[in-house]
């Protein structure tokens, strides 16, 4: 571990590569535009770029544990508020995990629209790089008002991605998206307004903006409310989630990306901007208002996952794990102590590992097998053993078992439980037998069951979820596929089961499950993760 330096001690140093971390996909967006007629040349662009930005961005890590701040200052946005983005610990964290998952995704989306011949590939490529720009915005922007731009901006370069099926389905996903989206920023620019208001600058201080801690705890509590519901939309907590499910219907490849990497993950990271580096997590507690924030957290976590034991639909069912996953987070940051915080803070990489695995898996199931459901997986894993393999030890990661990444992360979100009191442990351990409970369908249809003698699916049926089929991309049938009750052919070689272009992202993020659950700190993410712990709490990191 670094020697951690004060906040006022942290050195600000002139640099162009935040900058140039947020800009390159964006410039890249145009210049696929321009690549339509030349497919190979317009891939190959996409996925150099990709190298490139998660290279920028690591070239910024060994200065942010040193204690320096690189920072891009591009002057003034409006009065009292800087255009500028710095690398600091919390969004290097944010922004190593979203700029190395871009990589995979972009080799995995190759593989993925080729076997589906998909229509609209430039666009998809396009909104793609710039979705991935609006990201590193959000991760090094200096104060809230930058953020919001981005965060915005995001949304605008994804809802061509979720309703790229332009389907009747598709588009609905899509507005709605749009609505939520829109409403949760507006909210949140309300909140930063109050705070600009209250304490006369939205720009993030590590442990607090000074000026919020003798603020009127009226006006300082109508912020947090604010800010705290406007970034919780995009983190889908409970009752604003209803988007994500149904935002399933874009291509799997978005689906990963607005789980794992970019959308739902700027949510939960705006929630953390706002209890370490808002309001601090002092002056939190002293609001009263984070113990509300951990009811609703619990709770989604409960209710998220009651609702993907209703789901056959695979990809829906990772939806409702993704809103539960998610509030681990948001719980974690809401209980204020170092260990909590720093459990919420390694579960961003580690849940986004696993999930990116999950959704990998499923979208090579849909593109060799059209499999969507977990009704239609008996026997899958004879015809796709690795791809299932992965799917299995993704989904022990999301249970959080050890060796896995999931481990890692709830184990220091338990030792938090143990601080705060018996109830938030006992939520832990259901929730965990949860994740198993409606994942084990899922494993036991593909190795252990089979046509003669599968069970039901899903667990649980009623009026609140499940049922629903074939939502990616809304275009598949029966008879298509041959997956009505067939038992499914092994194939001769572990190679044939679905392309290297997709097959190699898998194992690539299923080693990133492996290594972040066996050897975390050889990531750099744990050290990141502890000197922002440290830095927000003056407690001890991991």
Not at 107 to 119: E, K, P, Q, T
Not at 270 to 291: M, N, Q, S
Not at 518 to 523: L, R
Request: glycine share 12%; charged share 10%.
């Amino acid at each position: 571990m670094n020697e951690v330096l004060p906040l006022s001690a942290a050195a600000a140093v002139d640099s162009w590569r935040p900058f140039a971390a947020v800009l390159v996909t964006g410039v890249a967006a145009l210049l696929i535009m321009g690549l339509g007629r030349w497919p190979n040349l317009r891939e190959g662009v996409t996925v150099v770029v990709a190298v490139l930005k998660f290279g920028l961005v690591a070239s910024l890590v060994p200065a942010v544990l040193d204690g320096q701040r690189p920072t891009t200052d591009l002057g003034t946005l409006v009065p009292g508020v800087e255009f500028a983005f710095q690398a600091d610990p919390l969004g290097t964290v944010f922004a190593l995990v979203a700029s190395g998952l871009y990589v995979v995704t972009a080799v995995y989306s190759v593989g993925y629209m080729r076997g589906l011949s998909a229509d609209e590939q430039t666009r998809f490529f396009a909104g793609l790089a710039a979705s991935l720009s609006a990201t590193m915005g959000v991760a090094f922007a200096t104060n809230l008002l930058v953020l919001l731009v981005f965060y915005e901006l995001l949304t605008v370069a994804t809802y061509p991605l979720v309703a790229h099926d332009e389907s009747k389905n598709a588009r609905e996903a899509g507005y709605k998206y749009l609505v939520y989206a829109f409403s949760g920023g507006v909210v949140a620019l309300a909140g930063t307004l109050v705070v600009f208001w209250a304490a006369g600058t939205v720009t993030f201080d590590s442990g607090g903006i000074a000026g919020l801690a003798g603020a009127d705890p009226t006006i300082a509590r109508t912020a947090f409310a604010l800010l705290v519901v406007g970034f919780g939309v995009k983190a889908a907590v409970m009752p604003l989630h209803s988007w994500l499910p149904s935002a399933m219907v874009a291509p799997t490849p978005i689906s990963g990306l607005l789980h794992a990497v970019a959308v739902v993950k700027s949510g939960v990271f705006g929630i953390a901007r706002t209890v370490l580096d808002v309001f601090g997590p002092a002056t939190a507690e002293a609001l009263g208002l984070a113990v509300l924030l951990a009811v609703a957290a619990g709770a989604t976590i409960l209710l998220a996952s009651l609702l993907a034991l209703r789901q056959d639909n695979i990809k829906r069912l990772l939806a409702y794990s993704t809103i539960a996953q998610l509030s681990y987070i948001v719980l974690g940051v809401a209980l204020l102590t170092p260990a909590a915080i720093t459990g919420a803070l390694l579960h961003l990489p580690a849940h986004a590992f696993a999930k990116l695995t999950l959704f990998f898996c499923a979208g090579a199931l849909h593109v060799e097998l059209h499999v969507d459901d977990v009704s239609d997986a008996v026997g899958v894993g004879t015809r796709m053993p690795v791809t299932m393999g992965a799917f299995a030890l993704a989904s022990a990661s999301m249970a959080g078992i050890p060796l896995f990444a999931g481990f890692t992360s709830k184990w220091h979100l338990l030792q938090g439980g143990f601080e705060v009191g018996a109830i938030v442990v006992a939520l832990f351990v259901v929730s965990g037998v949860l994740n198993v409970a409606y994942f084990w369908p899922v494993v036991s249809a593909a190795f252990f069951e089979t046509p003669e003698t599968a069970d039901p699916k899903p667990l649980i049926e009623g009026p609140f979820g499940g049922g629903e089929r074939g939502t990616d991309g809304g275009g598949w049938t029966d008879g298509d596929g041959g997956t009505d009750g067939e038992q499914f052919q092994r194939v001769e070689s572990w190679t044939d089961e679905t392309s290297l272009l997709m097959l190699a992202p898998i194992l690539a993020t299923l080693a990133l499950v492996l290594v972040f659950g066996i050897v975390p700190w050889a990531t750099g993410l744990y050290d990141l993760v502890g000197l922002a712990v440290e830095l927000s709490t003056g407690g001890d990191g991991p």
